[in-house]
């Protein structure tokens, strides 16, 4: 099992580097775009045409890519109250149901987003041109980043499920 997290550390690790820069670009992308966007009206009196188009890709980019590492964290909605009351081998047999049914619903997610954006990219948006294929692929990016998680997720959660005996009671392996 310390093969494992370690591995699935080192691969957390290196993705949520790529995600950080990923929807932390996109947020400050959106960020500086909308200021721009303000200051110009403000000081000139018109607006960035384009700005707002470009601020709305970042900001599509930011928010799906953020999911994987909020599961990663546990920093997503979780009704915590539920969980504690349960004796701690249920929260782990509850924890593995909650990975299942987000590992088939990140896996429709995947295949549609897909799908949608390879039918996206002959489509532009109207002012930049850009293809909308490059603001779809954040989807697909980010739920197979949360698939990916997920995965290693239940993996860790099944092996401390099916090790309980031999870990204690609270099933620290």
Known sequence: MEKIDT?????GDCTDRLI??????????SVALCAS???SWWFLGRRIAISDEIALIGLVWASYVGMGLLFRNNGHCVMDFVVKILPPRWQVVLRIFTDLCILVI???AVYYSW?????????????TKIPYFYCDICVTVGYGHLLL???VDMIRNIYKLTHWDTAGEEGTV
């Not at 591995?7 to 691969?11: F, R, T, V, W």
């Not at 799908?115 to 002012?127: P, R, W």
């Open 106 to 108: 990140a896996g429709v």
């Open 115 to 127: 799908a949608l954006a390879v039918k996206s990219f002959t489509k532009k948006l109207v002012l």
């Open 37 to 39: 966007n303000i200051l």
């Open 20 to 29: 950080y820069i990923l929807g932390g670009g996109g947020l400050l992308l």
């Open 149 to 151: 998680l997920v995965i």
């Open 7 to 11: 591995l699935a550390k080192k691969i």
